[in-house]
């Protein structure tokens, strides 16, 4: 019996009346790890124990720690950690959560146990931690701590990841401890404080796929020396620690390490989209996990389940053994059979080496359909994912299965249209020679906006809501339309818009009205001040009064449309004209050259003569167009 099971005192112990503690696995940054069983339902299960600063937890904390619990138990993916239960136990003080036994060990072992894995392996073993990713991350859900030991490698060949919720039920004054042996895997900004959203599992998977592609993290020593890495460089591309990475692979490894959470892909489903379109080119290495012998009842402390919230990168089971993880092609399994050495009846027996040859003979068939019957007739279904229908083929073609493409492609934010979207069976499984069945995509839904000017509104609303468009609300501006005619939408006609995307409608008030303010007597620079919002025509004009004044307006006052037209007489003085020189011309001729001149003439004359001898005013002054000029004659 070993010695840590011995002294562990939550060994037998039943928690909330239903989990028995039977062995303890792993011990973590934030719990203990054991195999236990389901005494209700007799199933075997794994309960972590949370550590000392938690027991006894209540209030806020334990709200909080159970909303998460919830949450992550909504996560019912096969890639993901199934979660069962969770619960405080009352007696002992101790918080607990129930999940999902996977029994065989962690991505952590299998890089201590292998080193570097080939692209075809790193990529079979990505996929499912980005599948499990994507699913939290389409609802609202980030984990914060994705690290070799919260991937989980069962001996079915699954691949799982586990500690959903848990990373951000913890207080953050404990966290401290924690994040010690997880610091090479956490991004930037949840080092320095700042919000850390799903960019942030995109860097740590990120940092994953380097150390898979390399056999270590980008950066390791003490964490400070870490941290500093983290905050100041750059992760260098994986093919500058070693060779055979593909380009594109290495580009993608790059991109989702950036220090700017920006500058990464948005979310776990982009990276994986991006991640199976690099991996194109790359030759299927699929994971193959040969079920580890069960562990003797007084040997070791594991039992194939790691920590779920994940431990110290010094951590290891409590018997101090590394678990090996077989990764390796499954073999033939030989058959033996047994072949009579004495006749019982007396019977002389056939020559011993025709009994060689029988022997061989049987054993070959027996192990051909042996091999046949468990290994010969299946294959391996590669992904399919992001390819196109002929690279589809060609890959299934190498695996010695067919293609059959459905006859409905579906929409898709991530897959280009005419790639593969879903395959059916899964990437991963097992099958015979009957075809692999793919749905292609139709790329991203968009819905054009159309041109609704000079519509009304009803109609403008009722046209987008059959395009699948949303009205979001209207605003109204002035214009020469008539009122609540649609003059444009925003965004603008033509945008490409996702279904169920909002629209503005601006719409018509009319023709603006604006008062005309009276400007008569006003200098004509203040008269145009005033009538901003109109055009304004300005006519000269002679009259007394001073020049540049206005002296007549059109209109003169009430309303006016705004831009309209106004007319301003404006003063240019007085029209004066010189009169003409006609002293000693005859009264009839003096007459017609001051009527042409443009005045009226009147006549001051004597009985005697017919000469003009004077004129008032004088020749030669001037006087106003169409005033009096008096002749005197005799």
């Known amino acids: 019996m070993d010695t840590v099971r011995l002294s562990d005192p939550l060994v037998g112990l039943v928690l909330d009346g239903r989990y028995r503690l039977a062995r303890r696995i792993a011990r973590g940054g934030t719990g203990t790890v054991y195999e236990g069983l389901d005494v209700r339902l007799d199933r075997e299960v794994a309960v972590k124990v949370l550590h000392a600063w938690a027991d006894g937890g209540s209030g806020p904390w334990l709200t909080r720690f159970t909303a998460e619990a919830k949450a992550a138990a909504r996560l019912a993916t096969p890639e993901t950690v ?25 991505l952590r072992d299998l890089l201590v146990e292998q080193g570097a894995q080939s692209p075809g392996r790193t990529v079979a073993l990505l996929e499912p931690v980005l599948r499990a990713l994507s699913h939290a991350h389409g609802r609202g859900m980030v984990h914060r701590d994705i690290k070799p030991e919260n991937v989980l490698l069962g001996n079915d060949g699954s691949v799982k990841v586990t500690d959903f919720g848990l990373a951000r039920a913890i207080e953050p004054t404990h966290l401290t401890s924690v994040l010690i042996g997880t610091v090479a895997y956490l991004s930037p900004e949840q080092l320095d404080d700042r919000p850390a959203g799903a960019t942030a599992d995109v860097y740590a998977a990120g940092i994953l796929a380097f150390e898979l592609l390399t056999g270590a993290p980008p950066w390791t020593g003490s964490p400070a020396q870490v941290i500093r890495h983290h905050a100041e460089s750059d992760v260098p591309p ?19 390490t950036r220090r700017d959470p920006a500058a990464r892909p948005a979310d776990a489903g982009v990276f994986l989209a991006e991640l199976l379109a690099a991996s194109a080119s790359v030759v299927p290495d699929p994971v193959l996990v040969t079920p ?7 040997r070791g402390d594991r039992g194939g389940q790691s920590d ?22 499954t073999g033939t399994r030989r058959i033996a059979r047994r072949v009579p050495t004495a006749d019982p009846a007396g019977r002389r027996r056939p020559p011993r080496a025709l009994l060689a040859a029988l022997t061989v003979l049987l054993l070959a068939v027996a192990g051909t359909g042996a091999w046949w019957q468990l ?80 519509q009304d509104r009803a109609s403008s609303e009722q046209r987008l809501t059959d395009l699948g468009l949303r009205v979001v609300g209207t605003v109204n501006e002035f214009s020469d339309e008539p ?42 620079d203040v008269a145009k001040e005033q009538l901003s919002g109109f055009t304004v025509l300005v006519v000269e004009v002679f009259d007394d009064a001073p020049v540049g004044t206005v002296v007549r307006q059109a209109p003169d006052g009430g309303q006016a449309e705004r831009g309209s037209s106004l007319r301003l007489s404006v003063s240019k003085g007085p029209d004066l004209v010189d009169v ?55």
């Open 82 to 106: 199934a979660i069962f239960d969770q619960g405080h136990d009352a007696a002992s003080g101790h918080v607990f959560l129930v999940m999902e036994l996977v029994r065989g060990g962690t």
């Open 238 to 256: 994986p093919s500058t620690q070693v060779s055979g990475v593909p380009e594109d692979l290495d580009a993608l490894v790059v991109r989702a």
């Open 292 to 298: 580890a012998d069960p562990p003797a009842p007084d």
């Open 308 to 329: 779920p919230a994940g431990r110290n990168e010094s951590d290891r089971p409590d018997d101090g053994r590394t678990r090996r993880i077989p990764i390796a092609p």
């Open 375 to 454: 290994e010969g007739r299946w294959h391996d279904v590669p992904g399919l994912l992001q390819l196109s229908p002929a690279q589809a083929e060609v890959r299934l073609e190498k695996a010695g299965l067919t293609l059959v493409t459905l006859p409905t492609a579906v929409f898709d934010e991530q897959v280009p249209s005419g790639r593969v979207v879903s395959q059916e069976p899964r990437p991963g499984a097992r099958t015979t020679d009957g075809p692999v069945r793919v749905t292609l995509s139709k790329g991203p839904d968009r819905r054009a906006v159309p041109d609704l000017s000079g």
């Open 483 to 524: 009122e609540g005619v649609v003059l444009r939408t925003d965004p603008s006609a033509g945008s490409d818009l996702r279904p169920g995307a909002g629209v503005t409608l601006v719409l018509s008030k009319g023709t603006e009205l604006l008062d005309v303010p009276d400007v008569r007597g006003v200098d004509q």
């Open 580 to 634: 003409p020189d006609v002293v000693d011309v005859g009264k009839n001729e003096a007459r017609d050259r001051l009527e042409q001149a443009g005045f009226q003439v009147r006549v001051e004359a004597s009985f005697f003569g017919d000469t003009v001898r004077s004129t008032s005013p004088d020749a030669g002054q001037q006087a106003r167009r169409g005033s009096t000029v008096t002749m005197y004659v005799s």
